[in-house]
């Protein structure tokens, strides 16, 4: 599978403040997701990014808050802004992949970031 | 709207018992069923990705199974290695997102 990693693995931050989190990818892929874990929730999908394109974001979330760059083909970063403790949860980058010719395109998942706003 | 629920939400088991998670969902065009496993502190990790009711995939002590309306993760002789989340989602229509359930939260004993 791919190797993705994110940064950081967690922080801690006070409310009204912006954490930016990183995530790379070992290979060039086209489509990359950012997801947010809540405890107790299922994972939800944030924002679709495609390099080159505008992220398309879910309901419920906006691109004020929730700002997305993906300068190229490896590399992402989603924005936490104005954070608030409602935005404690871990999020995580995934991307689309099709690891074999001929082969079936799977999502894989980042380590998360862990993030707690006091 | 894509739905799935997994069902028990947490289920301990003695190392060697037998068991099976449940998915179900309802999605309109499957495209793909997922099963991943979390561990604590860390992200999904892939296991299985189904297509169509009848298809069943296998990994270790792991079988995945798949019907129209739900899917079942059977565990065969589990090891405490194998405690983790497990969780299930769906991808359906015209797009890649995936919808996921809650998880199952499994723990083993040794």
């Known amino acids: 599978s791919a190797v993705i990693s994110q940064k950081p693995s967690r922080d801690i931050c006070q409310r009204g403040t912006s954490l930016t989190i990183q995530c790379q990818v070992d290979?060039?892929?086209?489509?990359m997701f950012w997801y947010r874990q809540q405890p107790g929730q299922s994972l939800t999908l944030i924002a679709t990014?495609?390099?080159?394109?505008?992220?398309?974001?879910e309901s419920g979330f906006v691109i004020d808050k929730f700002p997305i760059s993906r300068p190229n083909l490896t590399f992402s970063t989603l924005t936490v802004s104005n954070m608030s403790p409602e935005d404690s949860s871990i999020y995580l980058c995934?991307?689309?992949?099709?690891?074999?010719?001929?082969?079936?395109?799977?999502?894989?998942f980042g380590p998360g970031t862990r993030l707690t706003v006091l | 709207e894509d739905q799935v629920t997994q069902s028990p939400e947490a289920l301990r088991l003695q190392e060697g018992e037998s068991s099976s998670l449940n998915c179900s969902y309802t999605?309109?065009?499957?495209?793909?069923l997922f099963w991943y496993r979390q561990d604590p502190g860390k992200g999904p990790e892939f296991l299985f990705t189904?297509?169509?009711a009848g298809e069943e995939k296998e990994k270790e002590r792991l079988k995945a199974t798949l019907t129209k309306k739900e899917s079942f993760l059977h565990i065969t002789a589990p090891k405490p290695e194998d405690s983790a989340t497990y969780l299930c989602?769906?991808?359906?229509?015209?797009?890649?997102?995936?919808?996921f359930g809650k998880g199952t939260l499994l723990t083993v004993n040794p």
């Open positions: 990014a495609n390099q080159g394109s505008e992220a398309t974001y």
């Open positions: 999605v309109s065009g499957l495209r793909g």
């Open positions: 290979s060039q892929v086209t489509m």
């Open positions: 989602a769906v991808s359906g229509g015209s797009n890649y997102k995936l919808t």
């Open positions: 189904l297509y169509s």
């Open positions: 995934s991307v689309r992949l099709r690891l074999a010719s001929g082969g079936t395109d799977t999502q894989y």
